[in-house]
């Protein structure tokens, strides 16, 4: 049987760069060598050999591990859109959107789904602080890995978390936070979705799933399946699988919510979750049957149902 040639990417521009690389390494070892011939490329380094290379028709689909801007949000998409070649995730428009924390909430409200309130602004913007409430989260409009988020008090806080912030973006929001348990919520599929077990984070070194929280070893305990009611899982699900057809999602998506009491609220949509050894939708997947190998088989599959 003829192997699939498959152009795996990993690194990238990204302050997410190392995250993607460990992300990468982990496909590569799981990607069943009877099945796939796996080449590596890092965008940063090796764009326009990738470029020849699939322009050349010498690669049959592309598995893009990329976190984070100029890999995640539709750039890289919008490049392999216009070569024709088929590629693991979400679309131009679904992953520019899905990056956008701003226009993901407005899509989200205008779906109904529950999100919490926030507003943005820019750099040069009066901030009122009778605008805020507090507590509040503090957030980069468009970046991943909890990179730039702080969990802000009162005011005196307020002036070192925006800036923090605005060095991962020109635009930063101010979000209510809402207090309740982190649940994360994975589901599989193009126009038909499976959703997996659901898991509830818990982190041990942290006050929030943050970044050390989500990728040093131990930084978490992490619970699948969540500890809830079979009814709220089935609401979470749904409003998992409600976010990823909104946005026109596809592969596989991650869906990050708090738990207040029985509401759930969306907090973001993850279009190219972690791979890494810590990360939640292999374990998700795990749980619900599929290991590794086999899900990354699936990915491969919905991408190769648009080409």
């Known amino acids: ?120 602004f820019f750099k040069n913007n009066h901030i009122s602080l009778k ?38 973006d020109s635009r930063v929001m101010i979000e209510d936070f809402i207090e309740g348990k982190e649940i994360t919520a994975a589901v599989l599929g193009n126009k038909k979705i499976k959703a997996f077990p659901l898991i509830e984070i818990r982190p041990k070194i942290s006050s929030f799933f943050d970044y050390k929280a989500k990728y040093e070893i ?24 409600r976010t990823h057809l909104a946005l026109g999602c596809r592969g596989v998506t991650r869906t990050d919510f708090i738990l207040h009491g029985s509401q759930p609220f969306v907090l973001e949509i993850n279009t190219i979750p972690g791979m890494t050894r810590t990360s939640l939708v292999p374990q998700a997947a795990a749980k619900a049957g599929i290991g590794f190998p086999g899900l990354l088989d699936k990915l491969i599959e919905l991408a190769m149902e648009n080409a």
């Open 1 to 120: 049987m003829k192997k699939l040639r498959v152009a795996l990417l990993s690194g990238g521009f990204s302050a997410e760069r190392d995250i993607s690389i460990k992300t990468g390494e982990m496909i590569v070892k799981n990607l069943d060598k009877d099945k796939y011939q796996v080449f590596l490329f890092d965008p940063a380094q090796d764009l326009l050999k990738l470029f020849k290379v699939i322009s050349q028709k010498k690669i049959d689909v592309v598995f893009p591990a990329l976190h984070g801007p100029l890999g995640e949000d539709g750039t890289i998409q919008g490049m392999l859109e216009v070569l024709k070649i088929p590629y693991v995730f979400s679309g131009v428009l679904a992953s520019a959107l899905a990056m956008d924390k701003d226009m993901t909430k407005k899509i989200l409200k205008k779906e109904k789904i529950p999100t919490p309130k926030h507003f943005v």
């Open 131 to 168: 605008k805020i409430k507090f507590p509040c989260v503090i957030k980069p409009v468009v970046q991943g890995s909890s990179y730039g988020v702080s969990i802000v008090s009162g005011p005196g806080q307020l002036k070192k978390a925006i800036k923090k912030a605005f060095e991962f």
């Open 218 to 241: 131990g930084g978490s305990e992490e619970i699948c399946p969540a500890p809830i009611s079979p009814q709220l899982t089935k609401r979470i699900q749904d409003l998992a699988a």
